[in-house]
């Protein structure tokens, strides 16, 4: 009788093992499941380390790429392919942030029950939230210069343009040697994966948090003589402005006041604004995390903490968190998720996720203010936008050429956009970055 009782319990902590073994097992799959179908070693989907299966189409329906005969068949048009180079990615996988590799289980129509098997293998259509005619612009206006281009919708959090350059032909993919300039950090999505001094776009950061903590700050009466002297160094300005109000510093971007502001708000106010609204985090594009900002505390009225309010010192912002940070201010202060896969079903009539990252009244002054310097007009540089935006110049030390930046949102109605610009070494913000984001919004608005 004992023995039968031991073999017994023998077989029961057996079953025990095997059904914890198993749940284990489920847990995993269902965790893990599609990072192991979408891996290149799944030759159910995998031709020589190439995604076999799937076609990926840009928001209107335009083929991006699509399987082919153990390679991948890109768009017809050269263009089109250079310019959606890092929305789609490439057959080699060099691109990780590319729908080919950051999305290869929706194209594969991986699900828990089946896997990554389909009866035909054909995989599945994903259409992205991109519109490959405001890629080619951003590509053309470019004109080989390194940068970023993004434009979102603000209320859907849909990206609409994402564009990073240098690109290439991934269909005709060159030789591409390191020490080659034309090609430095190719592989990167500069739009996601770089960050960059912003400059004076930083500065509406610096005014979002004066209007909240210093009172009297709309009706302070401020000095520019061109020069503001601090403890430790000097913070300079591209000229003297004399006597100006709050919102007029921040049209004509005046490096004193808004130097004096940071050191009379302090770097603890700064830094937690910078991680309130995600411009020193990592935020999330579909899923895709993006590269992490910084904000370094400068001393107490030191040169250093005055020049980290203006978007110089060590600050860096990474161009799809500035864009998310534009289009909070655009939307009431609520920041919607950035997504790059266009909604079907029932997720087209359900409102886009978002949390609020800012006061609205907050969004709606520094709004305002962003447009006084933008009056709308059939002629000038933006005609026919309502233009709420900042430009900045980002020195980069050395004898580099500053980063040029321009960002902002139009509120024209039916089209409800963010943008972003980036230009690096490449001069003025409003003059460089500002004709770019001209070009693709005017392109956009046409529809």
């Known amino acids: 009788m004992k023995k039968v009782k031991n073999r017994a319990l023998?077989?029961?902590?057996?079953?025990?093992?095997?059904?914890a073994g198993m749940g284990f097992y489920i847990v995993r799959y269902t965790i893990y499941g599609g990072q192991w179908a979408s891996a290149a070693f799944n030759r159910t989907v995998y031709d020589r380390g190439v995604l076999s299966a799937g076609t990926l189409t840009d928001r209107n329906g335009v083929v991006l790429a699509d399987a082919g005969d153990g390679t991948r068949i890109f768009a017809e048009s050269a263009d089109t392919r250079r310019a959606t180079l890092h929305v789609t990615g490439d057959a080699a996988g060099n691109i990780g942030t590319g729908a080919l590799t950051a999305f290869a289980r929706e194209l594969m129509g991986y699900n828990i029950i089946t896997g990554a098997y389909s009866r035909t293998g054909a995989g599945k259509m994903v259409a992205h939230t991109i519109d490959s005619?405001?890629?080619?612009?951003a590509y053309r206006a470019m004109d080989g210069r390194r940068g970023a281009v993004m434009v979102m919708n603000y209320e859907t959090g849909e990206i609409l343009c994402m564009y990073s350059g240098p690109a290439y032909d991934p269909a005709d993919p060159p030789v591409i040697i390191e020490e080659d300039p034309a090609y430095e950090g190719v592989f990167i999505n500069r739009a996601i994966s770089a960050s960059y001094t912003p400059g004076s776009t930083f500065k509406l950061l610096t005014a979002a948090a004066a209007i909240?903590?210093?009172?009297?700050?709309?009706?302070?009466?401020?000095?520019?003589?061109?020069?503001?002297?601090t403890a430790r160094g000097t913070v300079t300005c591209p000229g003297a402005h004399g006597s100006l109000m709050f919102a007029e510093a921040l049209t004509v971007?005046?490096?004193?006041?808004?130097?004096?502001i940071a050191l009379e708000l302090g770097a603890d106010t700064l830094a937690r604004y910078a991680e309130m609204y995600g411009l020193s985090e990592r935020v999330s594009v579909g899923g895709i995390m993006t590269a992490k900002g910084n904000f370094d505390k400068g001393e107490p009225n030191t040169a250093d903490l005055a020049w980290s309010g203006i978007g110089q010192y060590n600050n860096a912002v990474c161009p799809a968190a500035m864009l998310r940070f534009a289009g909070a201010i655009a939307n009431g202060g609520r920041a919607v998720d950035m997504s790059l896969i266009k909604r079907t079903g029932v997720s087209m009539i359900t409102p886009a996720p978002q949390r609020g990252i800012m006061n609205g009244k907050t969004a709606d002054?520094?709004?305002?203010m962003m447009n006084a310097g933008f009056p709308q007009s059939e002629s000038g540089s933006f005609p026919n936008l309502i233009m709420h935006a900042k430009s900045g110049t980002a020195q980069v030390g050395g004898d580099r050429a500053p980063h040029a930046w321009f960002t902002g949102y139009i509120t024209n109605e039916g089209y409800p956009l963010a943008f972003v610009v980036v230009v690096e070494n490449a001069g003025g913000g409003a003059a460089v970055a500002g004709p770019i984001a001209n070009r693709v919004l005017q392109a956009a608005v046409s529809n």
């Open 253 to 260: 971007s005046c490096n004193i006041v808004f130097g004096g």
């Open 365 to 368: 002054e520094l709004g305002s």
């Open 10 to 19: 023998s077989v029961l902590l057996l079953v025990a093992f095997i059904i």
């Open 133 to 137: 005619r405001l890629n080619v612009e």
């Open 212 to 229: 909240e903590n210093i009172n009297d700050i709309s009706e302070r009466v401020f000095q520019c003589d061109g020069a503001l002297e």
